[in-house]
């Protein structure tokens, strides 16, 4: 048995990781298709060539690239020179379009390196160009740092690699509208994009908050609707008072579209409608419903007002803009949004109602849908097509639309089903602006959770498809929405190493993907990142605190992990600072007290990233089991069915300590075991109504003996009240030393967003922290 397990394991290895001559390991991200390991290795020398058809530019440009790479990180001065058509030269790196072995796509190549020469041959300059990307991580990672003389030394090892990619579509997005970045730092965000093998930047240029791009017929657009008077100062309702605009001139935005291309990158604009425009009807007020006036939108979230959908004049306006924007942006795509668009405006307009009324529709989502498909109408007669967000389902979708998911994986499900191109982007793994690591230790976000491990545990073809409809599913995209980033380099560190994950997603095969083998081939990456001076976020390097219920004593386990594999955890419960010297984590301990728990990675007698911290609470009810009467969601479980006693507090991250309700209410039971003397009742609610979040309208506790006869021991009420940022309310009763073996905690729900709420109507959010009986 122990032969076939250790032959086992050696299988496992080879599956993941292939070693070269020397003892070197192939480090590629995305992982390539198939790897041949080689012998020896191809040293660059002053005499070292780079051959191909010099009668073909792009070619030309492409042994440019290798030139400066080499150059710039103090290697040898390499020379292009004109490649024979009999036979590939000694002491050379061939470029060469054409003469594969392997049926591939336009994007894919092939990589030979021998002590002899390197040959990149694909069918297309883009598959080269994909190819020298992986040359380059076969090179040391001090190939991406800043020459310090003129005498470095980089060889490669010998190997074949056969690659294309699984999606066509492989993709980042950036909001410029909240806030708006330097062009240097868009063109820094496309240079890793192309490093990792993304090929399309969708851009998202307009905003209620902000218009950043430059329309020559429309000059307010810019000179009113790129400055808003102040910015929304953190998750609160405070304004800071100091103006803010900016906008990316015409030439501007050529420069960047060229840049991107020459390494490969299409540009997508997006030009929102008919919501999120505010900044348009600041400037240009009559294309509103009401007539205006406005201010360009100070708080983040969304407003009622947008584009008026019966008046001829915003569709003219619409089509001008897209007149330049489509001589800007050469894209086959053009984004139009269509996301989060009230209706509340067009319900009572004149207007909207009177083209209701003309075009037979029945309520106002047809309305948009009308509009969407008029704007689709135009693009197409230019031979352009749309993208939208999974709202342009609503009502009915516009014939040649391709549908960006959003808000989770069915609105790509139904609409590849409708037999319509899809890029799927799901909240849940594709957006970026969200936590990566512990929210206590991490700069402000706009909520959420979404680590590393979890990007790239992402599948985005739903098994539910097909093999036809699946093949609508041309790719994902990493969203990046700015509120609460200001800075390039807040902005890289939020994209980067998780946008790497989603580099490998689109571009590996299914099978080829390995969570411990992407960790250990990032080590190499992160060097490479550092020597380019990406301030990239190391939350991976963290751990996780958290606890487990022990069934047999009824108590709390604490349970310390981390994605990071191959590191071991050192920990303290004093809240003192963990060290190498600390106790050694090796499996669950009791929680036994309340206690401060703090821990970090260790190698090799080194600490690698920043501790991790968290308070476990003892009490009463800590680790007895909890019977779920009223079932809580699935998005946000907490630690599951004992989350309510788990010894957890909640944090910033609703993901952390939290246990939500969307739209239900909360009834649970918790037994003791025993009869216990009970004095205290607690439970903390939260109320973060941007977040859809409101306090539970009422809460009850009761007591019983039995867990069939129940004692109310105390009511509370709390009316759906308008309020801003988030907050805390501790729901806690005192009795006078009751016996009881069962407490049951009920919460209503308030149901729907009352209406002063931006999105009144829509289901809302309850989320309750740890029961806490003393």
Same mark, same amino acid.
């Given at each position: 048995?122990?032969?076939?397990?250790?032959? $086992?394991?050696?299988?496992?290895?080879?599956?993941?990781?292939?070693?070269?001559?020397? &003892?070197?390991?192939?480090?590629?991200?995305?992982?390539?298709?198939?790897?041949?390991?080689?012998?020896?290795?191809?040293?660059?020398?002053?005499?070292?060539?780079?051959?191909? !058809?010099?009668?073909?530019?792009?070619?030309?440009q492409l042994g440019k690239l290798l030139v400066q790479k080499i150059g710039?990180?103090?290697?040898?001065?390499?020379?292009?020179?004109?490649?024979?058509?009999?036979?590939?030269?000694?002491?050379?790196?061939?470029?060469?379009?054409?003469?594969?072995?392997?049926?591939?796509?336009?994007?894919? =190549?092939?990589?030979?390196?021998?002590?002899?020469?390197?040959?990149?041959?694909?069918?297309?300059?883009? +598959?080269?160009?994909?190819?020298?990307?992986?040359?380059?991580?076969?090179?040391?990672?001090?190939?991406?740092?800043?020459?310090?003389?003129?005498?470095?030394?980089?060889?490669?090892?010998?190997?074949?690699?056969?690659?294309?990619?699984?999606?066509?579509?492989?993709?980042?997005?950036?909001?410029?509208?909240?806030?708006?970045?330097?062009?240097?730092?868009?063109?820094?965000?496309?240079?890793?994009?192309?490093?990792?093998?993304?090929?399309?930047?969708?851009?998202?240029?307009?905003?209620?908050?902000?218009? @950043?791009?430059?329309?020559?017929? =429309?000059?307010?657009?810019?000179?009113?609707?790129?400055?808003?008077?102040?910015?929304?100062?953190?998750?609160?309702?405070?304004? !800071?008072?100091?103006?803010?605009?900016?906008?990316?001139?015409?030439?501007?935005?050529?420069?960047?579209?060229?840049?991107?291309?020459?390494?490969?990158?299409?540009?997508?604009?997006?030009?929102?409608?008919?919501?999120?425009?505010?900044?348009?009807?600041?400037?240009?007020?009559? $294309?509103?419903?009401?007539?205006?006036?406005?201010?360009?939108?100070?708080?983040? &979230?969304?407003?009622?007002?947008?584009?008026?959908?019966?008046?001829?004049?915003?569709?003219?306006?619409?089509?001008?803009?897209?007149?330049?924007?489509?001589?800007?942006?050469?894209?086959?795509?053009?984004?139009?949004?269509?996301?989060?668009?009230?209706?509340?405006?067009?319900?009572?307009?004149?207007?909207?109602?009177?083209?209701?009324?003309?075009?037979?529709?029945?309520?106002?989502?047809?309305?948009?849908?009308?509009?969407?498909?008029?704007?689709?109408?135009?693009?197409?007669?230019?031979? @352009?097509?749309?993208?939208?967000?999974?709202?342009?389902?609503?009502?009915?979708?516009?014939?040649?639309?391709?549908?960006?998911?959003?808000? &989770?994986?069915?609105?790509?499900?139904?609409?590849?089903?409708?037999?319509?191109?899809?890029?799927?982007?799901?909240? !849940?793994?594709?957006?970026?602006?969200?936590?990566?690591?512990?929210?206590?230790?991490?700069?402000?976000?706009?909520?959420?959770?979404?680590?590393?491990?979890?990007?790239?545990? =992402?599948?985005?073809?739903?098994?539910?498809?097909?093999?036809?409809?699946?093949?609508?599913?041309?790719?994902?995209?990493?969203?990046?929405?700015?509120?609460y980033i200001a800075t390039p380099e807040h902005l890289l560190y939020m994209?980067?190493?998780?946008?790497?994950?989603?580099?490998?997603?689109?571009?590996?095969?299914?099978?080829?993907?390995?969570?411990?083998?992407?960790?250990? @081939?990032?080590?190499?990456?992160?060097?490479?990142?550092?020597?380019?001076?990406?301030?990239?976020?190391?939350?991976?390097?963290?751990?996780?605190?958290?606890?487990?219920?022990?069934?047999?004593?009824?108590?709390?386990?604490?349970?310390?992990?981390?994605?990071?594999?191959?590191?071991?955890?050192?920990?303290?419960?004093?809240?003192?600072?963990?060290?190498?010297?600390?106790? $050694?984590?090796?499996?669950?301990?009791?929680? &036994?007290?309340?206690?401060?728990?703090?821990?970090?990675?260790?190698?090799?007698?080194?600490?690698?990233?920043?501790?991790?911290?968290?308070?476990?609470?003892?009490?009463?009810?800590?680790?007895?089991?909890?019977?779920?009467?009223?079932?809580?969601?699935?998005?946000?479980?907490?630690?599951?069915?004992?989350?309510?006693?788990?010894?957890?507090?909640?944090?910033?991250?609703?993901?952390?300590?939290?246990?939500?309700?969307?739209?239900?209410?909360?009834?649970?039971?918790?037994?003791?075991?025993?009869?216990?003397?009970?004095?205290?009742?607690?439970?903390?609610?939260?109320?973060?109504?941007?977040?859809?979040?409101?306090?539970?309208?009422?809460?009850?506790?009761?007591?019983?003996?039995? +867990?069939?006869?129940?004692?109310?021991?105390?009511?509370?009420?709390?009316?759906?009240?308008?309020?801003?940022?988030?907050?805390?309310?501790?729901?806690?009763?005192?009795?006078?030393?009751?016996?009881?073996?069962?407490?049951?905690?009920?919460?209503?729900?308030?149901?729907?967003?009352?209406?002063?709420?931006? =999105?009144?109507?829509?289901?809302?959010?309850?989320?309750?922290?740890?029961?806490?009986?003393?």
């Open positions: 048995m122990k032969i076939k397990i250790l032959l $086992l394991v050696s299988v496992l290895l080879l599956s993941t990781s292939v070693i070269l001559a020397g &003892g070197v390991q192939v480090n590629i991200v995305p992982k390539p298709m198939k790897i041949e390991a080689g012998k020896g290795k191809f040293t660059f020398k002053n005499t070292t060539a780079i051959v191909t !058809d010099l009668n073909n530019k792009e070619l030309r710039d990180a103090g290697g040898p001065k390499l020379q292009i020179t004109g490649l024979s058509e009999t036979a590939y030269p000694k002491n050379a790196v061939a470029l060469v379009i054409g003469g594969l072995t392997e049926n591939l796509s336009d994007e894919g =190549y092939q990589l030979t390196v021998t002590k002899k020469n390197i040959i990149v041959r694909a069918n297309s300059g883009k +598959g080269i160009f994909y190819g020298l990307q992986s040359l380059f991580q076969l090179l040391p990672p001090s190939i991406e740092a800043k020459a310090q003389g003129d005498n470095a030394v980089f060889s490669v090892p010998g190997i074949v690699i056969t690659d294309q990619p699984r999606y066509s579509y492989r993709g980042m997005h950036l909001d410029v509208g909240r806030h708006i970045f330097p062009v240097e730092t868009i063109k820094t965000y496309l240079d890793i994009m192309a490093m990792y093998k993304m090929n399309t930047f969708h851009w998202h240029l307009t905003e209620d908050q902000g218009w @950043r791009i430059e329309i020559k017929k =429309y000059p307010e657009l810019t000179r009113i609707g790129s400055i808003r008077k102040g910015s929304q100062v953190g998750i609160t309702d405070e304004n !800071d008072g100091v103006p803010y605009g900016g906008f990316y001139t015409q030439d501007q935005i050529r420069d960047v579209v060229a840049y991107a291309a020459s390494k490969y990158i299409t540009v997508i604009p997006e030009i929102e409608m008919p919501g999120h425009s505010v900044a348009a009807l600041t400037a240009y007020p009559q $294309l509103s419903c009401t007539g205006g006036p406005f201010d360009v939108r100070t708080q983040w &979230g969304i407003s009622d007002d947008i584009y008026c959908a019966g008046n001829e004049e915003v569709f003219k306006f619409l089509e001008d803009v897209l007149t330049e924007v489509m001589d800007l942006f050469p894209s086959k795509y053009i984004h139009i949004g269509g996301d989060e668009a009230p209706k509340v405006r067009w319900e009572k307009c004149p207007k909207c109602q009177a083209r209701m009324k003309e075009e037979g529709l029945k309520n106002e989502m047809e309305l948009q849908s009308y509009f969407i498909k008029r704007i689709e109408r135009f693009l197409t007669s230019k031979g @352009r097509r749309i993208i939208g967000w999974d709202e342009i389902l609503e009502g009915g979708i516009a014939p040649e639309a391709t549908v960006m998911s959003w808000r &989770g994986v069915q609105g790509g499900i139904d609409a590849a089903k409708q037999n319509h191109d899809v890029i799927m982007t799901p909240v !849940d793994y594709c957006y970026l602006d969200y936590y990566q690591a512990d929210p206590a230790t991490e700069p402000l976000s706009i909520g959420g959770f979404l680590t590393l491990k979890t990007v790239y545990s =992402y599948e985005p073809t739903p098994p539910v498809l097909t093999d036809e409809q699946a093949k609508h599913i041309l790719g994902t995209q990493g969203n990046l929405w700015t509120e994209a980067y190493p998780r946008g790497i994950a989603l580099a490998e997603v689109n571009w590996s095969q299914k099978a080829d993907r390995n969570w411990d083998d992407f960790s250990r @081939r990032m080590l190499d990456q992160y060097q490479r990142l550092d020597n380019m001076g990406i301030k990239y976020s190391k939350g991976s390097f963290r751990t996780d605190i958290t606890t487990i219920r022990d069934s047999i004593n009824s108590r709390n386990l604490v349970k310390i992990s981390s994605e990071a594999s191959g590191y071991e955890i050192h920990y303290t419960t004093d809240g003192s600072a963990p060290n190498a010297s600390s106790t $050694l984590y090796n499996s669950p301990f009791p929680a &036994g007290k309340s206690m401060t728990i703090k821990s970090v990675l260790v190698k090799d007698g080194i600490v690698w990233g920043e501790p991790s911290s968290c308070e476990v609470i003892d009490h009463k009810a800590a680790g007895k089991p909890v019977s779920i009467l009223k079932p809580y969601s699935f998005k946000y479980p907490g630690t599951g069915n004992n989350s309510l006693t788990d010894g957890l507090k909640g944090n910033k991250s609703f993901k952390n300590g939290w246990q939500g309700y969307e739209g239900t209410d909360m009834e649970i039971v918790i037994d003791l075991q025993k009869p216990e003397t009970i004095n205290s009742i607690s439970t903390t609610f939260v109320q973060d109504p941007s977040s859809w979040v409101m306090y539970p309208v009422e809460v009850k506790y009761f007591t019983s003996t039995d +867990g069939k006869n129940w004692d109310l021991a105390d009511t509370f009420t709390t009316p759906p009240v308008q309020s801003k940022g988030k907050a805390d309310r501790d729901f806690s009763t005192q009795l006078k030393s009751v016996t009881a073996r069962y407490i049951k905690v009920s919460a209503t729900n308030t149901g729907k967003l009352p209406e002063w709420h931006e =999105y009144k109507g829509q289901p809302c959010w309850m989320f309750a922290d740890e029961v806490i009986v003393n």
